[in-house]
């Protein structure tokens, strides 16, 4: 399954737990509900600026939202490695 497929499954998700229509996630995001439909059925991929807005729209961190696909995706970059922490 594609990362955009995943991502739209996530997304779907996300709204309906949200109780949001695609029309009024659109609306919340400032995106049309065409552009909602495309990114849930994995036609579309999304820039970083959209997965923002959206997780703002949903009131979730993007950290959030982008941890279910990769757990989901099972395509983590560092799958054979520890999370990195940083310290500032």
Same mark, same amino acid.
């Given at each position: 399954?594609?990362?955009?497929?995943?991502?739209?499954?996530?997304?779907?998700?996300?709204?309906?737990?949200?109780?949001?229509?695609?029309?009024?996630?659109?609306?919340?995001?400032?995106? *049309?509900?065409?552009?909602?439909?495309?990114?849930?059925?994995?036609?579309?991929?999304?820039?970083?600026?959209?997965?923002?807005?959206?997780?703002?729209?949903?009131?979730?961190?993007?950290?959030?939202?982008?941890?279910?696909?990769?757990?989901?995706?099972?395509?983590?970059? *560092?799958?054979?490695?520890?999370?990195?922490?940083?310290?500032?």
């Amino acid at each position: 399954m594609t990362l955009e497929r995943v991502f739209g499954q996530v997304l779907q998700e996300l709204r309906q737990e949200s109780g949001l229509s695609q029309e009024q996630l659109g609306f919340e995001s400032g995106y *049309h509900r065409t552009y909602i439909s495309l990114l849930e059925r994995g036609k579309r991929s999304p820039s970083l600026k959209t997965i923002f807005q959206l997780s703002k729209a949903l009131k979730v961190n993007p950290s959030y939202m982008l941890g279910r696909v990769e757990t989901r995706s099972g395509k983590s970059p *560092h799958s054979d490695q520890r999370e990195r922490k940083f310290e500032r």
